[in-house]
């Protein structure tokens, strides 16, 4: 591809060094759960407005900008949302990523909905899935997704999409002091040996509505030092550069866990993703409120060269560290609204 000048336009390195290589495109802000560290009922509840249809990319216009940002050398798009399942007819959307060649193509999903759609999921083209999963516990979960949804059903989806061949799969649990961390060794024993690879995340503060308090983080380091006082663990190295999860495996042989340390050890300087909001903001950095509109650019016809010159522009502006770093909170935008 060349730009207007005839040079060949490509998403280089950024003010860090740090190449694209990861895109997650959020297709919707609706959600069926409430989970109290993400969209708190008191807040989302039945009088707030998501987007409307109009404002959300359509399909066309999504298989568009990945098909560009391929170009630009992204390898991997995982969808998200709000939760992605929710969105009608997405193995559509699927189909027409999955014909774009060579792209790594992912979902995370609350597993609401994975036992009903993982077959068709795998059969338009998704490579794998990573499932959110916070406690086995019954009365914990339902606590914390606040939609009264049982553990029963999300563990149903998971099989549902190891037995379609959505593997390996990852199950992403957040991990909030005093609610659910009594249920990590119980999850890290569900899972040890099933092939799935269970990760623990630290509780971050994104926007202004989930209450966040540094007090109600559990560092990743505790994490581990649990786990490990029940089975050995020995530390691995990751998979390509700028993987978020630290590897763990199990000494026994019987799999590995990974931790994701957004807060007390953030890995700004091998991030190397981005965020494509669901009504078509870039969002440079979870942990920042700058971002950069694509959708007007597209519904206004620009060519490819002119919407590749926006990601380019937008890579090079891409914050060299989280606001929290400073001193501050992200307030634009919930973590439903980017993707997670
Ligand atoms: N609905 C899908 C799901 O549940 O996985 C996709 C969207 S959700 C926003 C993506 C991930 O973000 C989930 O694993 C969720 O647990 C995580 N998440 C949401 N709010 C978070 C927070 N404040 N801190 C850490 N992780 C969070």
Same mark, same amino acid.
Request: glycine share 8%; proline share 3%; net charge positive.
């Given at each position: 591809?060349?730009?207007?000048?005839?040079?060949?336009? +490509?998403?280089?390195?950024?003010?860090?060094?740090?190449?694209?290589?990861?895109?997650?495109?959020?297709?919707?802000?609706?959600?069926?759960?409430?989970?109290?560290?993400?969209?708190? +009922? =008191?807040?989302?509840?039945?009088?707030?407005?998501?987007?409307?249809?109009?404002?959300?990319?359509?399909?066309?216009?999504?298989?568009?900008?990945?098909?560009?940002?391929?170009?630009?050398?992204?390898?991997?798009?995982?969808?998200?949302?709000?939760?992605?399942?929710?969105?009608?007819?997405?193995?559509?959307?699927?189909?027409?990523?999955?014909?774009?060649?060579?792209?790594?193509?992912?979902?995370?999903?609350?597993?609401?909905?994975?036992?009903?759609?993982? +077959? %068709?999921?795998?059969?338009?083209?998704? #490579?794998?899935?990573?499932?959110?999963?916070?406690?086995?516990?019954?009365?914990?979960?339902?606590?914390?997704?606040?939609?009264?949804?049982?553990?029963?059903?999300?563990?149903?989806?998971?099989?549902?999409?190891?037995?379609?061949?959505?593997?390996?799969?990852?199950?992403?649990?957040?991990?909030?002091?005093?609610?659910?961390?009594?249920?990590?060794?119980?999850?890290? +024993?569900?899972?040890?040996?099933?092939?799935?690879?269970?990760?623990?995340? =630290?509780?971050?503060?994104?926007? #202004?509505?989930?209450?966040?308090?540094?007090?109600?983080?559990?560092?990743? %380091?505790?994490?581990?030092?649990?786990?490990? =006082?029940?089975?050995?663990?020995?530390?691995?190295?990751?998979?390509?550069?700028?993987?978020?999860?630290?590897?763990?495996?199990?000494?026994?042989?019987?799999?590995?866990?990974?931790?994701?340390?957004?807060?007390?050890?953030?890995?700004?300087?091998?991030?190397?993703?981005?965020?494509?909001?669901?009504?078509?903001?870039? #969002?440079?950095?979870?942990?920042?409120?700058?971002?950069?509109?694509?959708?007007?650019?597209?519904?206004?016809?620009?060519?490819?060269?002119?919407?590749?010159?926006?990601?380019?522009?937008?890579?090079? #502006?891409?914050?060299?560290?989280?606001?929290?770093?400073?001193?501050?909170?992200?307030?634009?935008?919930?973590?439903?609204?980017?993707?997670?």
């Amino acid at each position: 591809m060349k730009g207007t000048s005839g040079a060949p336009l +490509r998403a280089g390195l950024d003010t860090r060094g740090r190449r694209l290589h990861d895109l997650r495109i959020s297709v919707t802000d609706r959600c069926n759960f409430r989970c109290v560290y993400c969209m708190p +009922r =008191e807040v989302f509840g039945p009088d707030y407005k998501f987007l409307a249809r109009d404002q959300l990319l359509s399909f066309e216009e999504i298989a568009r900008l990945a098909r560009i940002f391929k170009d630009h050398g992204v390898e991997k798009v995982r969808l998200t949302g709000g939760e992605p399942l929710l969105r009608k007819n997405l193995e559509h959307l699927i189909e027409m990523l999955a014909d774009i060649p060579g792209l790594d193509l992912t979902l995370t999903t609350n597993g609401s909905l994975l036992a009903k759609k993982a +077959r %068709a999921l795998k059969a338009a083209g998704l #490579h794998r899935v990573t499932v959110s999963l916070d406690s086995l516990d019954e009365a914990v979960f339902r606590r914390m997704n606040d939609a009264d949804f049982p553990v029963s059903e999300v563990l149903n989806g998971i099989d549902a999409a190891a037995a379609a061949g959505l593997a390996p799969i990852k199950i992403n649990m957040v991990v909030k002091r005093g609610v659910n961390e009594d249920s990590v060794l119980p999850m890290a +024993r569900y899972f040890k040996g099933s092939g799935h690879i269970v990760r623990f995340i =630290e509780f971050m503060d994104v926007g #202004h509505t989930n209450g966040w308090r540094m007090d109600d983080v559990v560092p990743s %380091a505790e994490v581990v030092r649990r786990i490990s =006082e029940r089975w050995k663990l020995e530390p691995v190295g990751a998979n390509y550069a700028g993987e978020v999860a630290e590897r763990w495996r199990y000494v026994d042989g019987a799999g590995e866990i990974g931790v994701i340390s957004s807060v007390t050890q953030a890995f700004c300087s091998t991030c190397n993703r981005m965020r494509l909001t669901a009504d078509g903001r870039f #969002h440079l950095c979870l942990l920042n409120d700058d971002d950069l509109d694509v959708r007007a650019a597209l519904r206004r016809g620009e060519d490819a060269d002119a919407i590749g010159a926006i990601l380019v522009r937008a890579v090079a #502006h891409k914050p060299t560290g989280h606001q929290l770093a400073l001193g501050r909170s992200t307030t634009a935008r919930q973590m439903f609204q980017i993707g997670g």
